[in-house]
C-alpha cells in the first residue's frame, strides 16, 4: 500500500519505520517542508514530502500531529482524497500540560470526533493507546502469545480493515473499538489507555471505561508523574497507567 503520514515524531516516525519495514511505499512529512523529513526519509527508505504531497494518490493517510495542529492543517487538504482512503487519527489531548483547552472536548466530545469535525473527514482513530517505547520495541510476530493489542475505532467498517491490517503489519493485535462516538473508551487515563495488554485485557479495558471519569484522572497526570521521579522506567510508566484503573 501507499501510505501518507503526517508528524514524524516518536509515533508517526515509529508508524512510518514498522510500516516500511512491512513492505509499504511510504511518503512523510511535517510542517517544515520535505527539507524536515528528509534525513528519516533517507534512514528508512521513505519518500520525503510535503502535506500536499503525502497526501495525494496514497491507499492510507496518517496524521501523527499534536491534536490542536489538526485545525492549522491546510484548507482543503482531503479535497481530492477520495472517501474510502482511511484517515487515521494518533492524536491525544493533554490539556494544561501540553495542549490549550479546547471546550468541545472538556464538555465531553470524543477527541476524534472533533478531529474529523476540524477536517471535514470521518477518522479512525488509532495508535494513541499505546505508548512510544511499546510501538518502537515491543511488537511480535502474528500469533505470539505476548503480542500486545492497539484498539481502533471508526464509523467506516472498511477503512477501519484496512487500519487494523496496518496495525497488523507494525507487530500488534488490532480490536476493534467500535464507533467514532466510542472512541473515548481509548482516551488518555480508561482503562484501555498505554498499559501493555494483549486483545483480552484491552477488550475488557474499553468495556470498563466510564464517561466522564478519566479526564480527572488525566489532569493528575503532572502529579503522579513527579512522584516517579527523574527517571522512570517504561515499566514504572506501565504500572502507573494500570493502577488509575484495576479491573
Same mark, same amino acid.
Given at each position: 500500500m501507499k501510505v501518507g503520514i503526517i508528524g514524524t515524531g516518536n509515533i508517526g516516525g515509529t508508524i512510518a519505520r514498522k510500516?516500511?519495514?512491512?513492505?509499504? =511505499? @511510504?511518503?512523510? #512529512?511535517?510542517?517544515?517542508?520535505? =527539507?524536515?523529513?528528509? #534525513?528519516?526519509?533517507?534512514? &528508512?527508505?521513505?519518500?520525503? #514530502?510535503?502535506?500536499n504531497g503525502a497526501v495525494d494518490g496514497v491507499?492510507? &493517510?496518517?496524521?501523527? &500531529?499534536?491534536l490542536p495542529a489538526m485545525r492549522d492543517l491546510p484548507k482543503g487538504l482531503f479535497q481530492e482524497v477520495p472517501q474510502n482512503v482511511p484517515i487515521v487519527d494518533t492524536s491525544n489531548y493533554y490539556p494544561g500540560m501540553r495542549d490549550p483547552r479546547i471546550p468541545e472536548i472538556d464538555e465531553g466530545m470524543p477527541e476524534s470526533v472533533w478531529v474529523s469535525m476540524q477536517l471535514g473527514r470521518p477518522v @479512525?482513530? #488509532?495508535f494513541n493507546n499505546i505508548l512510544a517505547y511499546s510501538l518502537s520495541e515491543l511488537g511480535r510476530p502474528q500469533g505470539s502469545s505476548d503480542r500486545l493489542a492497539i484498539a481502533v475505532a471508526g464509523d467506516d467498517e472498511k477503512a477501519k480493515q484496512i487500519v487494523m491490517a496496518l496495525v497488523n503489519d507494525t507487530g500488534f493485535d488490532a480490536v476493534d473499538a467500535g464507533s467514532l462516538d466510542e472512541s473515548w473508551r481509548q482516551q488518555p487515563s480508561t482503562p484501555a489507555y498505554c498499559c501493555d495488554y494483549g486483545m483480552e485485557m484491552m477488550r475488557k479495558g474499553l468495556a470498563a471505561a466510564v464517561k466522564g471519569d478519566a479526564p480527572k484522572k488525566r489532569d493528575r497526570m503532572p502529579e503522579l508523574i513527579t512522584k516517579l521521579g527523574s527517571n522512570p522506567t517504561h515499566d514504572d510508566i506501565i504500572a502507573m497507567n494500570r493502577s488509575l484503573n484495576p479491573f
Open positions: 510500516l516500511k519495514s512491512a513492505g509499504h =511505499e @511510504i511518503r512523510v #512529512a511535517n510542517s517544515r517542508g520535505p =527539507e524536515g523529513v528528509q #534525513a528519516l526519509a533517507d534512514k &528508512i527508505g521513505a519518500t520525503a #514530502a510535503d502535506v491507499d492510507a &493517510i496518517f496524521l501523527s &500531529i499534536p @479512525i482513530k #488509532a
